[in-house]
């Protein structure tokens, strides 16, 4: 069973910038699709970013193109994701999972059917 721990998360002004890591249990980055799901209060788990670092390909929402970055380090074993710019909208628990079928970018992972999940961790924007 692959675990997923997240790492980053915290309190921010508007504007300013959080990187979000996502470190699975096991040392083979390039055999999973790795991506961030996000959930704010009364509102529906939204799909954020994914990697497929073997195929060297990546998902952006709308919301966060331009000011979101996702990226793969193999020294570290871990996915991070660069947000700048962020908004209050961007509050919402931020949760890491991952997929050994490398579906991304894939409609499989827009609708959070990727086996793997991590606990979340807590973004807060303040205007």
């Known amino acids: 069973q692959l675990q997923l721990a997240e790492t980053g998360g915290g309190l921010v002004h508007a504007g300013g910038s959080l990187t979000l890591s996502c470190t699975p249990s096991r040392r083979d980055l390039d055999s999973y699709a790795i991506g961030w799901f996000r959930q704010a209060p009364g509102k529906e788990r939204e799909a954020v970013s994914c990697?497929?670092?073997?195929?060297?390909?990546?998902y952006y929402a709308n919301s966060v193109k331009g000011r979101f970055t996702i990226s793969a380090d193999y020294a570290e074993n871990t996915v991070s994701l660069q947000m700048n710019d962020l908004k209050p909208e961007d509050t919402a628990v931020y949760s890491c999972t991952a997929d050994h079928g490398l579906r991304c970018p894939n409609s499989y992972f827009i609708q959070g059917r990727y086996p793997f999940w991590g606990q979340g961790t807590q973004v807060t924007v303040s205007s």
């Open positions: 990697i497929n670092s073997r195929a060297g390909t990546t």
